[in-house]
């Protein structure tokens, strides 16, 4: 669903001259809408002077500087970076001035994906309408005497040291946020403001919000209100798709399910089998049979639609980084959607089949029939040369898409590419792919099947080889995917691997170069094995950099024929090949002097 929210404000000076609220809205430009949308709202403080501009560069500084941060950081450390920044100056203005000028208080909200974030500091206040229950979020900062409430205890540019409150919460379509200043809350009881703020929600959605916050100011200036009164509102109409921050705030709230058996039910899903179970993650397929349908699984129908559903395995269920590492699937997932890759995807859902939303932490895949090509390769298929270029040819195209999403699959493999009944190949397992947001300690992790992970993750270089040394490991990019499909498609053609296998926790040694795969199978053509030794490679520099280089190379096939990488000297195939003919040399001699010294005469 399209974000859309609706926002409207007032602001009157009443009894005063001089009007000393401030308030302001901004939108996201486009290639910004991940960092939601922004309010805030202000009330300079009189004594001393300078309250009005203290209120306008804060509120102006904030709705400004706010989508210059980086879009990583979280909403609440951007909103206090910049808050503070704006108090350091105030406060600095301050210090050698009594009393002091320029002082504000200061309300903001951030509306970003499925949540939203509440900065606040002094007497200006936050008010959330919710299903007809208006509910206070923010704490006035005064003195607790009704004679001294409007003494504040804190605001911004009184001290230099800034403490602000911050709350955060998800974001439901229908909710309804009134920012206010004092002139109108001091007046008006939470019973009214409730009643004005629910007014007439159904119809006339849009500018709703300007009535209802002019209203508000209206209502406040006729009660007697002797200070200045501004209204904030905000409607929320429709919403994002998750953020990675609602992800891990779903992550850590939702109880991870126990180990599942054929028959047991899952928010509606029955298990209809176990599909996979790694010790982390474990995969089932379910079918959607509604609740309606009955309390006893057995009696409800088979007729359901069927999906994948992926959960932590039991054991890991109370571990912060695997449920991180989860919730970073299911955000990538979810932002795929919308990308020309998704064709090339297993679908993942936010909501069940019924629309309800889950019990529990695990994500619900769309289920196709089909198999992947291990299984295909397990039961011996025999991939004929115009399927094997196909599926090639699928795999690389779909590489290319994510990679211009600046993804990085990390795990690319027979295992992980599924070939539909309806003849898509579709890539899987987005668990341990980068994006530039995964958590610390999955970027850190050795990813990858060994047998699949190109030379540099293993710290193998053509320069440290010839040494005899390892080098530093590289971090996983997209060449990485390419030469996890070029090992792929060698594995196609021939059923072998071209370094061999490696089993877990071993380590890939590259010594040497592959075998051509017409070497095994006469029925590849020269060409072919060019393109498939290029991918495969030992030197990074010989390799593909692009799959839209690999498909070129594919497409163009014997009409252009690749030059084949070069072989491999054999001090780089074997760094301690000199040694060990210097070795064997020195052996014979010895042997022809010990011989020499017993059994011929002198």
């Not at 206070?136 to 804190?154: I, K």
């Not at 904030?232 to 994002?240: E, W």
Request: hydrophobic letters at 40%; charged letters at 20%.
């Amino acid at each position: 669903m399209a974000f859309d929210i609706d926002i409207g404000f007032a602001t009157l000076a009443g009894r005063k001259e001089v009007n000393e609220d401030f308030c302001a809205a901004m939108l996201p430009e486009a290639g910004q809408e991940a960092m939601g949308s922004i309010v805030a709202i202000a009330d300079g403080v009189s004594t001393g002077g300078m309250g009005k501009e203290a209120a306008q560069t804060t509120v102006t500084s904030l709705v400004r500087d706010y989508y210059g941060t980086p879009e990583t950081w979280d909403t609440t450390v951007a909103l206090d970076r910049i808050i503070g920044a704006q108090n350091a100056w105030l406060a600095g203005l301050n210090r050698r001035r009594h009393p002091a000028l320029g002082l504000t208080t200061l309300t903001a909200l951030v509306l970003r994906g499925q949540s939203y974030a509440l900065a606040h500091v002094g007497d200006t206040r936050a008010y959330l309408l919710r299903e007809g229950l208006m509910t206070q979020l923010t704490t006035d900062h005064v003195m607790d005497h009704p004679d001294l409430r409007h003494q504040l205890l804190r605001c911004v540019g009184a001290e230099d040291r800034l403490v602000m409150d911050y709350t955060q919460g998800d974001l439901q379509v229908g909710d309804v946020f009134v920012l206010l200043s004092d002139g109108v809350h001091n007046v008006m009881s939470d019973k009214k403001l409730q009643a004005l703020a629910g007014a007439d929600a159904q119809p006339n959605p849009e500018g709703q919000a300007q009535r209802i916050s002019r209203q508000m100011v209206d209502a406040a200036i006729a009660a007697g209100s002797a200070d200045n009164a501004t209204a904030l509102v905000v409607r929320v109409l429709g919403l994002l798709d998750a953020t990675l921050d609602d992800e891990n705030r779903r992550a850590l709230a939702l109880p991870v399910p126990g180990k599942l058996r054929v028959g047991d039910s899952l928010d509606g899903l029955t298990v209809t089998a176990p599909v996979a179970d790694n010790g982390i993650n474990v995969l089932y397929q379910v079918r959607w049979n509604p609740p309606s349908a009955g309390s006893d699984p057995q009696a409800r129908p088979a007729g359901g639609k069927l999906y994948a559903l992926k959960t932590l395995h039991p054991a890991r269920a109370h571990d912060p980084q695997e449920r991180a590492m989860l919730a970073h699937e299911a955000w990538l997932g979810r932002r795929m959607r919308s990308s020309r890759v998704a064709g090339h995807l297993v679908q993942i859902h936010d909501r069940l089949p019924g629309g309800g939303e889950p019990g529990a932490f695990y994500l619900l895949y769309d289920w196709h029939a089909g198999e992947t090509l291990q299984q295909m390769l397990d039961r011996q298929h025999r991939f004929g040369l115009p399927q094997a270029l196909s599926l090639a040819t699928q795999a690389a195209t779909a590489l290319g898409l994510l990679h211009r999403q600046h993804v990085v699959h990390r795990d690319i493999k027979p295992a992980n590419l599924h070939q539909g009944d309806d003849g898509v190949l579709r890539v899987l397992d987005l668990g341990v792919a980068l994006t530039g947001r995964e958590p610390e300690a999955m970027r850190k992790l050795h990813a990858g099947t060994p047998s699949y992970i190109n030379p540099e993750q293993w710290g193998f270089s053509i320069r440290a080889a010839a040494v005899g040394k390892d080098g530093p490991e590289e971090m996983a990019d997209a060449q990485s995917d390419l030469f996890a499909l070029g090992v792929t498609l060698y594995q196609l053609l021939t059923g072998k691997l071209p370094y061999g296998e490696v089993l877990p926790y071993q380590a890939g040694r590259y010594y040497r170069d592959p075998r051509p795969p017409s070497r095994h199978n006469p029925e590849v053509p020269i060409w072919l094995d060019h393109v498939v030794l290029k991918a495969v490679a030992r030197d990074k520099r010989q390799r593909f950099e692009t799959a839209e280089e690999l498909l070129l190379a594919i497409e163009r096939g014997a009409s252009r024929l690749l030059i084949a990488p070069a072989a491999s000297p054999m001090i780089q195939r074997d760094p301690v090949a000199l040694w060990k003919i210097a070795l064997g040399l020195s052996i014979l001699l010895n042997g022809l002097l010990v011989y020499w010294l017993l059994f011929l005469p002198r």
